[in-house]
């Protein structure tokens, strides 16, 4: 597996720093010391704050995206997918929810965050209803998606057993 380039371990350490101290522990220096790059090696790649913020962002879209796109074509289908993955990538070693975790941190006080949020939660929203004939139902998964991920997220889920039984919790939500 090739090494990442500087500006990935920059948006990794930025996320890192983000998830584990929150944003008030975050400046440029730190960043920048984590990631094993000069401040000017920073900002060559992000100007300023803003800047890293912004790049956090784009990646949380574009990491939102593939995995819509991911369950549009997982062979079990959307709803099974996203019940799946609500548990199993719900771990510090998937970029989705490690990028996730970093942007709900920034989402407290930044409102381009909750936006990138928002939108992250239409686009499931939209898939659902998609391959869900009822709207309350589409909803409802999502909830229960919602919900899985976080106690999955926050260690209280019994993932061996949640995972044995997503078939029965889509068939139990008629989904």
Known sequence: MPKPSS????????ENILSERGPVEITLDAVAAHAGVSKGGLLYHFGSKDALRDGLLDRMTQRTAEDVDNARHAPEGVVRYFLRTAITD????????????????LALNDPRATEVMHRGTTAYRDLL????????????????????????ALG???????????GEIANRLNA
């Open 7 to 14: 500006r990935e371990r920059i948006l990794d350490s930025y």
């Open 90 to 105: 719900a771990t510090p070693k998937h970029p989705l929810h490690r990028t996730t975790m970093a942007t709900l941190r």
């Open 129 to 152: 209803n998609e391959h869900i004939d009822d709207p309350l139902t589409a909803e409802l998964v999502l909830l229960v998606g919602d919900g899985l991920y976080m106690r999955s």
């Open 156 to 166: 209280e889920a019994n993932t061996t057993t949640l995972l044995a039984r997503i």
